[in-house]
């Protein structure tokens, strides 16, 4: 079994670059229902998640696994994005949010 050297939240875009360059037929089961998952969810390219995570940690002070929950997700309204932090169990100011909403609406 091969020893984890690194643990990092990463995206679906992220995921399916990472897939993409694996022959389909040389994955497992799991691979590829992970890799068809991905292809029809992902909604950005890798560059472009990746941007948006990097300024969504810098610009709103999210974790990188919230801001990966927001790539992959990318609400459009306060209140859909209310719903997602609702759940991180930290109170994120109005302020914040709305800057959330920017970010996303730049990297659409």
């Avoid at 801001?67 to 992959?72: D, F, R, S, Y």
Wanted: aromatic share 6%; charged share 35%; net charge neutral.
């Amino acid at each position: 079994m091969e020893e984890i050297k690194k643990k990092q939240s990463i995206s679906l875009s992220e995921v399916k670059e990472i897939l993409g360059k694996v022959d389909v037929e040389a994955m497992d089961q799991i691979q590829r229902w992970t890799y068809d998952y991905v292809t029809k969810f992902s909604k950005l390219d890798s560059k472009e998640a990746k941007e948006m995570k990097k300024q969504l940690v810098k610009d709103c002070d999210l974790t990188e696994e919230e801001a990966v929950e927001i790539v992959n997700i990318r609400p459009t309204s306060l209140a859909e994005l209310r719903s997602f932090t609702f759940g991180w169990k930290k109170l994120i100011l109005a302020e914040t949010l709305e800057k959330i909403l920017h970010v996303i609406k730049a990297h659409s």
